[in-house]
């Protein structure tokens, strides 16, 4: 892949070169610095690096060709070396996705409810009553059993 690449290279750099009609060395320069950007990124591996160049390079090409720096000819040809580099490009396997980010939260402790408060002290407050007039119950039937006989 990277023979393929390095040959479609160094035929973008030559189109630029060999046109019938001069190419403005601004332009030229400008292409040149693009393809090396694509290379680099090429060599390394990194593909998302490397299809950004080449999308520079397009953008630069075309710029240069609206403003008439660079003619028709010279840029199908830079085009067509492109094209053949960015099939080599994703050739390159794109990178691993990034492992998952763990969050843990920690939850905050519950404020205090000062209605719960109340509401436990009235429970409480319910539950003896209850109590006391379970008592009061069980002492009635007591009389009412001895017929009022033992009265405490």
């Known amino acids: 892949m990277k023979r393929a690449l390095l040959a ?22 400008q292409l040149i610095a693009q ?18 160049a080449l999308g520079e390079l397009n953008r630069e090409i075309a710029t240069a060709q609206a ?5 028709p000819d010279n840029a199908r040809v830079i085009l067509a070396a492109a094209d ?11 990178p691993a996705p990034p492992p998952p980010v763990i ?3 920690t939850p905050q402790p519950p404020l ?4 719960r408060e109340q509401a436990d002290e009235s429970g409480q407050r319910w539950e003896e009553r209850w109590k006391g007039w379970e008592e009061r119950q069980k002492n009635w039937e007591k009389r009412m059993e001895n017929n009022g006989k033992n009265d405490d």
């Open 8 to 29: 479609a290279l160094a035929l973008l750099l030559a189109g630029c070169g060999s046109a019938p009609e001069p190419v403005d060395p601004q332009v030229r320069q």
């Open 35 to 52: 393809v090396e950007a694509v290379k680099t990124a090429a060599l390394a591996n990194d593909r998302a690096a490397a299809e950004a």
């Open 67 to 71: 403003q008439g720096k660079l003619n």
């Open 84 to 94: 053949r580099v960015a099939e080599d490009v994703r050739t390159i396997p794109l």
């Open 103 to 105: 969050v843990t939260v």
């Open 112 to 115: 205090p409810d000062p209605g």
